[in-house]
């Protein structure tokens, strides 16, 4: 990945975030198979996603204020009305879990 405005997050990956939903608790995320099929991302892509999100968490250059300026310009500024976590980071560890089991 390269630095910059966006991080370098590939657009499928910025795509990806958008199809999050809550898990049923509100502890963790989903994502709905039918959207998933849809938008045709096999189970390769999504690891490799995910691996690629591993990545972008490690960066220690990488802050709080830029991982939610990801999110918000990947999923609107009201990205964690629905979720109950405490932050971007902890959202994208979930969103990296998730994709690790497709």
Known sequence: ???????????????????????????????????????Q????????LGAELDALLADETIGKAELKGIL??????????PFSFRGPREFLEAVAKQLRTQ
């Open 72 to 81: 918000n310009r990947s999923m609107g500024k009201a990205w964690g009305v």
């Open 41 to 48: 991302y096999s189970p390769g892509e999504l690891r490799r």
């Open 1 to 39: 990945m390269r630095h910059g405005p966006d991080y370098g997050v590939p657009q499928r990956l910025a795509h990806l975030l958008g199809l999050a939903d809550p898990s049923e608790d509100g502890e963790g995320v989903v994502f709905g198979q039918d959207l998933l099929s849809r938008s």
